[in-house]
């Protein structure tokens, strides 16, 4: 074998990611949000977008309100295509055409005329430590332990339990251990009923004091035999106390009304996050028809200021190759967002085209699909229809869904088409809410049903959607 240097000439096919590429490749997986954020940054950076609020509004102002033309996207799409980029002269194409400065433009929202409503306001939650704040001015407890209120209601987690002994606070505050006690059972009788709690079962006991429910039986319960009551064990809990089961179930189901959490019920400093669809589905006419969501995301524009700029300015110059540059990252960037917006109406279309016994008759008749189905159907690859769909969302007349949910294993049936597995827990869940309590089912009796219907599957299958649906076994749902 020679070794050594030598120039050769060669053919080779490989593929290449151009920033192009990957711009588009990362805008087809943002979802609505994602995509108005990322929106905005090249607003920021590139001088020759803009939205179509302020194009409109500088076109309007020096053209004395006459709109012209708009300047969409696919038709420079079309007329630019099998030419190459940077062989175009922009200066003499935007003189031959006349393009305005409201290109792009396909929804407007007029704000001269808009009449405020009490609708586009939100009002901030009350937390649980205002609430707590609210009442500790009107306790009866002097006005020298507000200050041990203040910081015991401001020491609870977000579910309304002590996080420090009343030592602690004492120690911390100077004061007597008496005189947080005295403070700590004020508190304990402010709403939500609970509050101030050390534990679960001093939580509930609380809560059986204000009701005034004196029942040893209860208390008993809640102090040695709370596990026994969750995994619904009452035989041995009345073994225990010599009492029947059904007086354990009554004393069970008193605790069970209680709230283990009472803190919850107020808004946490966790961050509210809101889903905005990203496609909706709507019946008209016997048809569903599919909307992608545009009014989230600013509509683009080609900068009128700088069409001009570039027209006027020498082709040699660096202004004109700094503009030529942006234009065509600008074109680019509305030429994918263009492509995203087909290509996710593409998807759900067919998706939409298939579940269409789910928009007709409901969960029951979710039937199973993959992304190569999709993939083969629209004419793309599984890839791009994972990235379509991966993080958005669709509102259609039956609810908000992730798109995620249309695309599910599961089961062959009977009539050979597959039924989903959303399909098969929505018949568990009937099952299980139309058994007899004192009878429960088991898995294995499910799987007779089941099949009963159609659907074949194993009792380890049964057990498993039943946990997800958080439903218990039937040793729980067990009533006396």
Same mark, same amino acid.
């Given at each position: 074998?020679?070794?050594?240097?030598?120039?050769?000439?060669? !053919?080779?096919?490989?593929?290449?990611?151009?920033?192009?590429?990957?711009?588009?490749?990362?805008?087809?997986?943002?979802?609505?949000?994602?995509?108005?954020?990322?929106?905005?940054?090249?607003?920021?950076?590139?001088?020759?977008?803009?939205?179509?609020?302020?194009?409109?509004?500088?076109?309007?102002?020096?053209?004395?309100?006459?709109?012209?033309?708009?300047?969409?996207?696919?038709?420079?799409? *079309?007329?630019?295509?099998?030419?190459?980029?940077?062989?175009?002269?922009?200066?003499?194409?935007?003189?031959?055409?006349?393009?305005?400065?409201?290109?792009?433009?396909?929804?407007?929202?007029?704000?001269?005329?808009?009449?405020?409503? /009490?609708?586009?306001?939100?009002?901030? *939650?009350?937390?649980?430590?205002?609430?707590?704040?609210?009442?500790?001015?009107?306790?009866?407890?002097?006005?020298?332990?507000?200050?041990?209120?203040?910081?015991?209601?401001?020491?609870?987690?977000?579910?309304?339990?002590?996080?420090?002994?009343?030592?602690?606070?004492?120690?911390?505050?100077?004061?007597?251990?008496? /005189? =947080?006690?005295?403070?700590?059972?004020?508190?304990?009788?402010?709403?939500?009923?609970?509050?101030?709690?050390?534990?679960?079962?001093?939580?509930?006991?609380?809560?059986?004091?204000? !009701?005034?429910?004196?029942?040893?039986?209860?208390?008993?319960?809640?102090?040695?035999?709370?596990?026994?009551?969750?995994?619904?064990?009452?035989?041995?809990?009345?073994?225990?106390?010599? =009492?029947?089961?059904?007086?354990? !179930?009554?004393?069970?189901?008193?605790?069970?009304?209680?709230?283990?959490?009472?803190?919850? !019920?107020?808004?946490?400093?966790?961050?509210?996050?809101?889903?905005?669809?990203?496609?909706?589905?709507?019946?008209?006419?016997?048809?569903?028809?599919?909307?992608?969501?545009?009014?989230?995301?600013?509509?683009?524009?080609?900068?009128?200021?700088?069409?001009?700029?570039?027209?006027?300015?020498?082709?040699?110059?660096?202004?004109?190759?700094?503009?030529?540059?942006?234009?065509?990252?600008?074109?680019?960037?509305?030429?994918?967002?263009?492509?995203?917006?087909?290509?996710? /109406?593409?998807? =759900?279309?067919? =998706?939409?085209?298939?579940?269409?016994?789910?928009?007709?008759?409901?969960?029951?008749?979710?039937?199973?699909?993959?992304?190569?189905?999709?993939?083969?159907?629209?004419?793309?690859?599984?890839?791009?229809?994972?990235?379509?769909?991966?993080?958005?969302?669709?509102?259609?007349?039956?609810?908000?869904?992730?798109?995620? /949910?249309?695309?599910?294993?599961?089961?062959?049936?009977?009539?050979?088409?597959?039924?989903?597995? *959303?399909?098969?827990?929505?018949?568990?869940?009937?099952?299980?809410?139309?058994?007899?309590?004192?009878?429960?089912?088991?898995?294995?009796?499910?799987?007779?049903?089941?099949?009963?219907?159609?659907?074949?599957?194993?009792?380890?299958?049964?057990?498993?959607?039943?946990?997800?649906?958080?439903?218990?076994?039937?040793?729980?749902?067990?009533?006396?």
């Amino acid at each position: 074998m020679r070794l050594g240097y030598e120039l050769t000439i060669e !053919q080779s096919q490989k593929l290449v990611m151009t920033p192009e590429l990957i711009q588009a490749i990362q805008i087809l997986q943002f979802n609505t949000q994602e995509l108005e954020n990322y929106v905005e940054e090249q607003l920021l950076t590139n001088p020759i977008l803009e939205t179509a609020n302020t194009a409109l509004s500088d076109h309007t102002e020096g053209e004395g309100g006459k709109l012209e033309e708009d300047f969409s996207s696919k038709a420079e799409t *079309e007329d630019f295509k099998g030419k190459d980029d940077t062989e175009i002269d922009w200066a003499e194409h935007f003189k031959e055409k006349g393009y305005d400065d409201i290109s792009y433009r396909q929804w407007e929202y007029n704000s001269e005329n808009n009449d405020y409503t /009490y609708e586009q306001y939100v009002s901030s *939650e009350i937390t649980l430590t205002e609430h707590l704040m609210f009442q500790l001015q009107f306790a009866p407890i002097k006005h020298s332990c507000r200050n041990i209120g203040r910081y015991i209601i401001e020491s609870l987690d977000e579910n309304g339990y002590m996080t420090l002994d009343v030592e602690e606070i004492a120690k911390e505050l100077g004061v007597s251990l008496n /005189y =947080v006690n005295i403070v700590l059972e004020a508190i304990q009788g402010f709403e939500p009923i609970g509050v101030g709690a050390k534990n679960l079962k001093d939580c509930l006991l609380i809560q059986l004091r204000h !009701q005034n429910n004196n029942s040893p039986l209860i208390e008993e319960i809640i102090n040695n035999y709370l596990e026994d009551i969750a995994c619904n064990r009452l035989n041995n809990i009345a073994k225990a106390l010599n =009492v029947s089961v059904k007086e354990i !179930q009554e004393a069970g189901d008193i605790i069970k009304g209680l709230e283990p959490k009472p803190g919850r !019920q107020f808004s946490s400093t966790d961050e509210t996050r809101y889903i905005i669809p990203d496609v909706t589905v709507e019946k008209i006419d016997g048809e569903y028809i599919v909307t992608v969501n545009e009014s989230s995301a600013p509509r683009l524009n080609i900068s009128h200021y700088y069409q001009k700029m570039l027209i006027n300015s020498d082709k040699e110059s660096n202004i004109s190759k700094f503009l030529t540059g942006r234009l065509n990252s600008a074109l680019w960037l509305i030429k994918s967002i263009e492509q995203r917006k087909q290509t996710i /109406y593409n998807v =759900v279309s067919a =998706v939409v085209k298939y579940q269409v016994d789910f928009f007709e008759k409901g969960p029951k008749y979710l039937k199973t699909l993959t992304l190569k189905q999709i993939a083969d159907e629209v004419g793309i690859h599984e890839s791009t229809v994972s990235r379509s769909i991966n993080g958005k969302y669709m509102q259609c007349p039956r609810g908000m869904f992730e798109i995620k /949910y249309f695309f599910t294993s599961g089961v062959p049936g009977n009539s050979g088409e597959g039924i989903s597995s *959303e399909s098969i827990k929505t018949f568990i869940r009937e099952i299980v809410e139309s058994e007899d309590p004192k009878a429960p089912l088991s898995d294995q009796a499910m799987v007779g049903l089941l099949a009963e219907r159609g659907i074949e599957i194993s009792r380890r299958t049964v057990a498993k959607y039943r946990d997800e649906m958080r439903l218990p076994s039937s040793s729980k749902r067990k009533r006396y």
